[in-house]
Every structure is written in C-alpha cells, then in structure tokens.
C-alpha cells in the first residue's frame, strides 16, 4: 500500500513497544504512566453516571456539541477558577477526548510541514510522535530541577522564530520537574515580546505532594499583560479521575478555539456525551478534593519510598531529583564505580531481573541524553517498590 509520507516522520512508540516485554511473570513494572486503578472513585463516578441518566439521559446518550456538555463546560471553568484561573469562562474552552486531543488539535491547527517547533528536552513522547506526524521540525529546550531552562529558551525563540513552544511547566512528563514562578512569568513575556504561542500541558498539576506547586502561567497570565493572547492550556481528568473517561480540555485564544473546534467536528463530532456527563455530575457532586487528597497522600508515600530506595541500593551510581508531585522519577546513570551509563543496555538487563522502566532516549526530540531513564512509582505498593529497586541494583 501507498501510505501517505507523514508516516515517515514518526515509529511506534518505544513505551508500547515495552510492554510486549512484560507478559514474564512476575516483573516488577515501573514503566506505564497510569495512575494505580485502585484509587479510583469508583462508587462516586458510579453515582455520577447513575445520576446523568436520571437527570438527563436525553442529553447523556445523544449526540452533542462539539465544543463539549455544556454543563461539563461550566463545572471545568469552575475547576480551573478555583485553581487561581479567576477569568476562565466556559466559553473559552473545548472538551476533548483527553488531553492528547487537545495535543493533536493543536498540531493539526498550528503546523504546516517544515514549521519549527520548541519543546522541552525531555519531553512526552506522544507530543514528539504528534507534532511530527504534521510535520514539524522539533527543537529540544534544555531542562533543570526548576524546568525549562529560559535564558536558553529564549535564545532558541529569537534564532528560530517557532510557531510554538510546548511545555510543561509542573511535574513534567518525564522529567518531574517544576517550573518556577519566576521562570513561568518569564515565558509568558517571552509569548509576548516574540508573539509566539506557548502550550501549557497540566495533566499533573494536582498531584502535589505537601506544598502547591505556583500557579499555572493560566492563572499567572493577567500580570503579563497581552500574554493570555498567546497562550494555549491543556487539562486532563485522566491522572486525577479515570482515564477512562477519556476527558480533556483545551483552553485558547478565541480564533485558535475555533479553529480547534472544527477540526475537532472531522475527528469525532463530539467527545463521548455520556463521559460528560458523568464528569460534570462528579464535579458538581463535590467529591474531587477529598479524592485528591486521598491520591496525593499515597503516591507521595510511593515516591518517598521510591527515592529512599534508590538512594539506598543505587548509591552514587545514578542521579536524580527527587519528586515533588506528579508519577515520575527521571534519573540518569552516572557510571561511578565503573557502572553501567546506557539507558538502553540498563533496560534489558533489568528485565532479566524482573523489573521493567523506560529509557530516556525517546523522550528526546533531539540531543538525547542515553544515561537518562524514567520510573513510575504510581502502580506499585511501597513493598514492591522496595522489592523493585533492589533487582534494578542487581542489574548495575
């Protein structure tokens, strides 16, 4: 067959690819993204959808609009206001079908072949693999503890001139870091001196263990005047609810939102109206905080654990920071004591014993770092976390 040629920008994703790996018994795995199963709410999101169906299973199991349930719409302008975004109005926003729509969109709307485009290095694999589907050419910002370097950023914006740049700024998927308040203000003045379109992906921003993180540059865009003009928000109910619900949204200036919207009408219509309304009965129930807090209480446990552990049995061998919200630990390999330093080698040597994660090389649009790799603490017990490190420590 006759594919068409964007499909030789892009591969498989190197994280699905893995999984076929983890069919052995017994593996310890550290790889997937998802938040545990066991924390869902299952009887509230039970009730919810109990209650869309009695309230109105008309409109529940129907087709809808495509800019999304109207009264998902408003409780997901609510969620932002109460998180500092004082000025989101349901109307300035989109449902989609997870965040990753709201990714695709973004691609399908902003990006003509050849257009350059920054991204943090590293960053979500699935971005990478999304934005050259449409043909970008990706440039790698360089990351530290307090996210994206930006005296670099801006160098590569002024050399460059990007039709965006893509971050994210809380608990970064895979680096967990945290852009600083002072970093974020700095962005959203870079968005406005070089006119260029930042996307703010937030799919973990709630997953705070101890001390909110700062506000998100949403919430952070009236103090920079003209700033909201180029800025694009992505939010998520996946890592927080259920990503099965598949419910996302997009946040954009009014032409981009439009746009946005009628491509999102090719796609599918509409995400699933019965998904909807279930989140928005969920929302408006009240139950969100009380989940939230019961979830970042048991992963900062499980990332606490994790980073004792690594500290324990890996020693000076690897380097990384620890964790102050989100599913990940990014770590790299030192090769101290005359250790192992590849990310991809350390890999298969832990799957021999019984333990799975992902190297980082993939997560790199370009000048991948191959001593970088990443673990989930977010689906194993503090034992099997325990149990876990030790046979990572056997594969050295």
């Known amino acids: 067959m006759q594919f068409a040629e964007r499909l030789n920008n892009v591969e498989t994703s190197a994280i ?5 790996l983890l069919g052995k018994p017994g593996i310890i795995s550290f790889a997937g993204g998802f ?12 009730e919810a959808s109990n209650k869309a169906l009695d309230e109105e299973p008309g409109a529940a199991l129907q087709y809808g609009a495509t800019e999304g349930y109207q009264p998902l719409r408003e409780q997901l302008a609510a969620f932002m206001q109460a998180k500092g975004a004082l000025d989101v109005a349901s109307d300035q926003l989109i449902v989609t079908t997870g965040s990753q729509q709201a990714l695709d969109l973004l691609g399908k709307t902003m990006i003509s072949p050849g257009d350059k485009v920054i991204v943090e290095g590293p960053t979500f694999l ?32 002024a050399e460059h001139k990007p039709k965006l740049v893509y971050l994210i700024p809380t608990f970064g998927n895979p680096s967990g870091a ?20 930042v996307v703010e992906d937030d799919p973990y921003g709630d997953l705070y263990f101890g001390e909110a993180p700062p506000p998100s540059m949403l919430a952070l865009s009236p103090q920079v005047p003209g700033s909201r003009a ?35 009408q090719f796609s599918d219509a509409h995400t699933s109206t019965f998904a909807q309304a279930t989140a928005a009965q969920y929302l408006k129930a009240g139950r969100m905080p009380a989940t939230l807090a019961h979830v970042r209480q048991v992963y900062a446990a499980r990332a606490t654990a994790m980073g004792n552990a690594l500290r324990k049995e890996l ?15 990014w770590a790299r390999l030192t090769g101290a ?57 056997q594969a050295l």
């Open 16 to 20: 699905r690819e893995l999984f076929k």
């Open 337 to 393: 004591g005359g250790k192992i330093r590849d990310g991809g080698e350390f890999a298969k040597r832990a799957i021999e014993k019984g333990v799975a994660f992902v190297p980082g090389v993939p997560f790199y649009a370009a000048d991948a770092d191959a001593s970088t790799f990443r673990l989930s603490f977010a689906t194993a017990d503090v034992a099997r976390i325990e149990e876990g490190i030790s046979r990572l420590a």
């Open 230 to 264: 180029w800025l694009a928000h992505c939010g998520s109910l996946s890592k927080v609810l259920s990503p099965g619900l598949r419910v996302g949204w997009l946040i954009a200036p009014p032409e981009l939102l439009a746009k946005a919207t009628m491509c999102k």
């Open 35 to 46: 938040p545990d199963s066991a924390m869902f709410d299952v009887e509230g999101i039970r």
């Open 315 to 329: 020693g000076d061998a690897i380097d990384f920071v620890q964790p102050q919200g989100g599913l990940f630990v």
């Open 126 to 157: 699935a971005t990478i693999q999304c934005f050259r589907l449409y043909g970008a050419q990706l440039i790698s910002a360089p990351v530290d503890g307090n996210g994206v370097d930006t005296d670099k950023l801006e160098q590569l914006i």
């Open 178 to 197: 945290m852009l600083s308040l002072e970093r974020r203000k700095r962005v959203l003045e870079l968005a406005v001196k070089y006119q260029t379109l």
